[in-house]
């Protein structure tokens, strides 16, 4: 089996941990990379919208996969409306720190 080293992008995450996945070698396919990452992270595959081998190359086609030796470095890339979700931007008013009676002074 392949051994491969995989996580979600998120740079906004101070821990952004990589786990370890691990694919026949019969079955090195892009689906099946899709497939068991998706598994092992709690993602939808249909939220994806890139893999990427670190540190800069997408991943396309089965040839791709084929190529991958153990423990290399991917990156599940998801579309941009489920980054929304996901990672949502606390408004003013959420965020630590906001004194809403300070932020109510005129001078």
Known sequence: ELVLKVRI???SLRENDFIEIELDRQELT???LLRVSCCELG???EHVEKIRKL???VLRKDK???RLQD???LELV???SDKNLLFRVPTLSERSGYNKKASE???
Request: aromatic share 12%.
């Open 9 to 11: 992008q998120n740079p």
């Open 30 to 32: 892009y689906k099946e």
């Open 43 to 45: 993602v939808n595959p």
């Open 55 to 57: 540190p800069n190359t």
């Open 64 to 66: 791709d996969v084929a």
């Open 71 to 73: 423990f290399q470095e």
């Open 78 to 80: 998801l579309t941009v």
């Open 105 to 107: 002074l005129t001078y």
